[in-house]
């Protein structure tokens, strides 16, 4: 006989947020789904039973009529499924074949960290999240959608903005408030830009959602822009600060990729599985089923922690450590599915190839800043939020 | 229901029976044959349920479209005149008892 999903009381978002992986070990060893109280979500966690979530798309959906994510950025790709979202995520393809961000794209972020790298690289030390992670994913994500004058901060305050909106459950106002003004201000540089790639077709997304097989119309193409805004920038920040916290940490890694470059795209891979970027995304069960051995009722709201499934010791050995030298295998950080991440080869790319790879070619003798701390933190998202790192200018 | 047989790298055969309008991908991972990933679970999106056919029978397929052209030459195992995403071939009569060769890397 299935028993009921377990609950536990005893996990703080305090708690998830400072280390989620002791919690997500709890909830691993417990069941397949387990409520969460402070969450106010079935979290799952085990490797095997995401697999199975993710090739059941019609009993474990995307679309979600109670989702904050519509009100605040609009009805978006990620909250569709079937044929909906097959239009509008066919749409987008275009820009982030891995072949076209070779060619087109990458030479572009190859710039963009050229000219960060420049403008630090005579201080000798730094923090690396505000000096060079954070103004490197803005900028490339500016590129990559195609939108005209606008700074990296203002990208990156609206991706912010629109992310607290998303995670707002308190309905504070003024969260709302940012959220509804960054989305504006969005709405505005979309309407400046579109012209310019409607006349020409090229291979940014903008241009690409412009001459989409299925023509969109103008919600579609806002709420999609400010998906990829929310979910663009972030992700590929944190995988660069998380892959470099693991090789600084880490000196006989470190020195294993320097003496071999091919091993960067492991850095990457192992990075994204060791703190993986998003650690969790919801899916709404459509009816009655059970997942292992836990029964779901329709309309249960899952949390699908990839970030504990990444984690999960039936999969990977000391699946706590940091370790580059892993056979390779098949990790969650992208997710899996028809919602599997656009964005897979621009973060391959961008942080694997260009930023990681570069920064430590240029900035010679780089260590952590002993005299100051590295703080990681989120569970939802998660990643370093400061990277104190010094070297020999 | 027609054959199909994958043929791994080492040379190890598993036979299967496949549904007609699955994906090829679906067909090998429901009847448990290793050697294909599939990542995206179809989505077009990983490459990493590469396969190889015989140039007889990859002509007797769809064509290959932009999208699965660009990401064929990222799989990890190189590609050939008989590639393909074996999430984006349907199981068809056309194809029925073609042997399908897998990489030794996905
Ligand atoms: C290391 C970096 C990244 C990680 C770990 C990551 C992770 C993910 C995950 C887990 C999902 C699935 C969410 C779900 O199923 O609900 C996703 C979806 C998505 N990601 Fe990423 N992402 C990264 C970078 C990017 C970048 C750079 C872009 C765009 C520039 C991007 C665009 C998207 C889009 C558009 C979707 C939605 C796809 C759909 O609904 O069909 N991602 N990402
Ligand atoms: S399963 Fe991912 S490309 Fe075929």
New binding site residues.
């Given amino acids: 006989m299935p028993k009921d999903v377990p609950h536990v009381s005893d996990i703080s978002i305090a708690m998830l947020t400072d280390d989620p992986y002791p919690c997500f070990d709890r909830v691993r060893d417990r069941a397949s789904a387990v409520w969460v109280d402070s969450a106010r979500l079935n979290l799952v966690t085990r490797f095997d039973d995401i697999m199975e979530i993710e090739r059941n798309h019609h009993i474990f959906a995307?679309t979600n009529p109670q989702s904050l994510m519509n009100t605040v950025m609009g009805h978006?790709?990620?909250r569709k499924d079937d044929e909906a979202?097959q239009i509008e995520?066919k749409a987008?393809e275009p820009s982030?074949r891995p072949g076209v961000v070779k060619q087109h794209f990458a030479p572009i972020f190859s710039v963009i960290v050229d000219e960060l790298l420049d403008g630090i690289a005579a201080k000798g030390q730094a923090d690396l999240f505000d000096a060079f992670a954070a103004p490197m994913?803005s900028h490339a994500?500016i590129e990559?959608l195609g939108l005209d004058g606008v700074g990296w901060q203002d990208l990156a305050r609206w991706s912010q903005a629109l992310m607290d909106g998303v995670g707002n459950y308190g309905a504070d106002p003024d969260i709302a408030n940012r959220a509804k003004d960054a989305s504006d201000a969005v709405d505005r540089v979309i309407d400046k830009a579109l012209p310019r790639h409607l006349k020409s077709k090229n291979p940014t997304?903008l241009s690409s959602m412009a001459h989409a097989p299925t023509l969109h119309g103008i919600n579609q193409i806002r709420a999609?822009v400010k998906?990829?805004i929310g979910?663009?920038?972030n992700?590929?920040r944190?995988?660069i600060l998380t892959s470099l916290h693991g090789l600084l940490s880490h000196p006989d890694q470190l020195a294993a990729v320097r003496a071999d470059p091919s091993l960067h795209s492991a850095v990457f891979e192992e990075a994204?599985r060791w703190v993986?970027?998003?650690g969790m995304?919801?899916?709404r069960v459509t009816c009655d089923t059970t997942l292992g051995e836990t029964p779901l009722k329709e309309g249960d709201q899952l949390g699908?922690c990839?970030g504990a499934a990444n984690r999960d010791p039936s999969r990977f050995t000391r699946p706590n450590d940091f370790d580059i030298h892993r056979p390779r295998q098949q990790h969650?950080?992208?997710?899996a599915?028809?919602?599997?991440?656009?964005?897979?080869w621009?973060?391959r790319q961008?942080?694997g190839e260009i930023a990681v790879p570069r920064l430590l070619r240029r900035l010679k003798g780089l260590r952590l800043d002993s005299q100051k701390t590295v703080q990681v933190r989120g569970w939802v998202f998660r990643g370093p939020t400061s990277l104190p790192v010094l070297w020999d200018a | 229901m027609v054959k199909l047989t994958f043929v791994q790298a080492d040379g190890t055969e598993h036979q299967v029976d496949a549904t007609l309008g699955l994906s090829v991908m679906q067909v090998a991972l429901s009847q448990g044959v290793p050697g294909i990933s599939a990542e995206c679970n179809g989505?077009a999106a990983c490459a990493t349920c590469h396969v190889y056919f015989d140039a007889s029978v990859f002509d007797l397929l769809p064509a290959v479209q932009t999208h699965e052209d660009d990401m064929l030459d990222f799989a990890a195992s190189d590609r050939n005149p008989g590639s393909r995403l074996s999430c984006q071939v349907q199981v068809t009569e056309a194809i029925a008892g073609t042997r399908i060769q897998l990489p030794d890397l996905q």
Avoid: K
Avoid at chain 1, 332 to 335: E, N, P, Q, T, V
């Fill in positions: 995307s978006s790709l990620m979202h995520r987008i982030f994913a994500l990559l997304i999609n998906v990829i979910g663009g920038l992700e590929p944190d995988a994204v993986s970027p998003i995304y919801p899916r699908i990839v969650l950080a992208f997710g599915g028809p919602h599997f991440c656009a964005g897979t621009v973060a961008m942080v | 989505s």
